[in-house]
């Protein structure tokens, strides 16, 4: 039984680290719930039902500031859904030290690409987006969500910018609003297999809702280009713990 003071803090912090880097926070959920005992099938589904709270408080402070671009979400989302359902049922069947070791390999490549890209849009210069790449990036971060139950926030941002060309206040708050319905709907799958903890992810949720509306609150307040070292730095650690998992398990 998760204490309710610890669960206070621990979705404090971690919906913090989410509405700042518009991630979900999943790579934290995960394990911290392996850490107090639930076996990792429902960690996965009970972090995605945590994400869908954190996202929609994140996603909330978002759209107040103007920073989600609507027609990217959506379109996203269009992509993100189907994949997710497909990731939440390949999660039980795939090796999950492939897939592990895969993602870890592919989130050290995005942060490096991430992190030399020039960020926003000049003075007078209207704002650039490629929507023929968004897509893409709704497979790519539906199948991640799915399959690992890692917010595919760790993939929408950074290729919301690299490849969309969204700056990076926009791809945060746009991937805040895009992980809500991700998440819903991979919860709703995970539910169907009986993979969520409900007591947890209550217990979690008043930490997670009040964390998300802070860190949303904190994004304009960095300079993009430090934004984007630790949000690379970020991806990175989430990399190397994949990894290593991975590796335990060869």
Do not use: W
Not at 21 to 45: N, Q, R, W
């Amino acid at each position: 039984m998760l204490n309710p003071v610890i669960a206070v803090l621990i979705g404090t912090f971690i919906g913090t680290v989410a509405g700042l880097f518009g991630t979900g926070g999943g790579f934290l959920i995960v394990p911290s719930l392996v850490f107090l005992g639930l076996p990792i099938h429902v960690a996965i589904g009970t972090s995605l039902a945590c994400i869908t709270i954190s996202s929609l408080s994140s996603a909330y402070a978002h759209i107040r500031a103007g920073r989600v671009l609507y027609r990217v979400a959506f379109l996203k989302e269009a992509f993100s859904i189907p994949a997710a359902v497909l990731g939440a049922y390949l999660s039980g069947i795939l090796d999950s030290r492939v897939l592990e070791a895969a993602f870890g390999l592919l989130l050290i490549y995005v942060a490096y690409v991430f992190v030399r890209r020039n960020d926003g849009i000049k003075g007078g210069e209207a704002l650039k987006i490629n929507y023929g790449k968004v897509p893409l990036i709704g497979t790519l971060s539906g199948l991640a969500s799915g399959l690992l139950g890692v917010s595919g926030g760790v993939l929408n941002v950074p290729l919301f910018h690299t490849l969309a060309g969204l700056p990076v206040n926009y791809a945060v708050g746009t991937s805040s609003l895009a992980l809500f319905f991700t998440a819903l709907v991979g919860t709703a799958t995970h539910l169907t297999l009986g993979q969520v903890d409900i007591q947890a992810a209550l217990l979690l949720s008043p930490g997670l809702i009040m964390g998300a509306a802070i860190g949303a609150r904190l994004v304009p307040k960095l300079h993009p280009r430090r934004f984007k070292i630790l949000f690379s730095a970020l991806l990175i650690l989430v990399a190397v713990r994949l990894l290593l998992r991975a590796l335990k398990g060869f």
